[in-house]
């Protein structure tokens, strides 16, 4: 199976603040990834796909990069709807799988 | 709008086969695949199984495959995840989600999901 890491585990950030978080793929998956924001108690929501598109309804301060096998999500401006988890997953190659999740916390 | 509502969760005993089941409205059923992803209480994210859009092509993660079984109806806008000899590990949300409409993969709606306990 492809093993997502995802790094860091949890991140103190401020509004305003510019975000940063990283996901490692043990083996190419091309641009097979994507990004998800979720809330507790709520779903998963889709924000990129194929490492840097964004989805429809998702603000533009959300933007994802790809290089090599390291993809990273930004959030330019952290707003306070934005504290929540976020999830990488790969679908490349079957199980598809996501990483641990970050955990953007209020600084 | 799109609309997934997962239902059949609740407490269960070790062994037992429940069945979940997801409704879907507000788009053509018939033409999305789909998939079953689960999250254990307090944990990550963990993709089960999908079903092509016409039921023809399964695929599973080695820790389901078997023992549970997705299948779909529809006639009926229905998606279905049929556990078998449920585990205390299988205690997770379940949440069903459809394939992306503009990507190779990933899933652009889902479910509010369903929980499934599972006690001894």
């Known amino acids: 199976d492809i093993q997502m890491t995802q790094s860091p585990s949890t991140l103190s950030a401020s509004i305003g603040d510019r975000v940063t978080i990283t996901c490692r793929a043990s083996?190419?998956?091309?641009?097979?990834l994507a990004w998800y924001q979720q809330k507790p108690g709520k779903a998963p929501v889709l924000l990129i796909y194929?490492?840097?598109s964004l989805q429809s309804g998702v603000p533009s301060r959300f933007s994802g990069t790809r290089s090599g096998t390291q993809f990273t999500l930004s959030i330019s401006s952290l707003q306070p709807d934005d504290f929540a988890t976020y999830y990488c997953?790969?679908?490349?190659?079957?199980?598809?799988?996501f990483g641990q999740g970050t955990k953007v916390e209020i600084k | 709008q799109v609309q997934l509502v997962e239902s059949g969760g609740g407490v269960v005993q070790t062994g037992m086969s429940p069945r979940l089941s997801c409704a879907a409205s507000?788009?053509?059923?018939?033409?999305?695949?789909m998939h079953w992803v689960r999250q254990a209480p307090g944990k990550g994210l963990e993709w089960l199984a999908l079903i092509s859009y016409d039921g023809s092509k399964k695929i599973y993660t080695e820790s389901v495959k078997d023992r549970f079984t997705i299948s779909r109806d529809n006639s009926k806008n229905t998606l279905y995840m049929q556990m078998n000899n449920v585990r205390e590990e299988d205690t997770a949300i379940y949440y069903c989600a459809r394939d992306s409409v503009v990507a190779t993969g990933g899933f652009d709606h889902w479910g509010q999901g369903t929980l499934v306990t599972v006690s001894s």
């Open positions: 507000g788009f053509t059923f018939r033409s999305y695949s």
């Open positions: 083996q190419t998956i091309s641009s097979w």
């Open positions: 997953q790969q679908y490349s190659d079957y199980p598809w799988t």
């Open positions: 194929d490492a840097s």
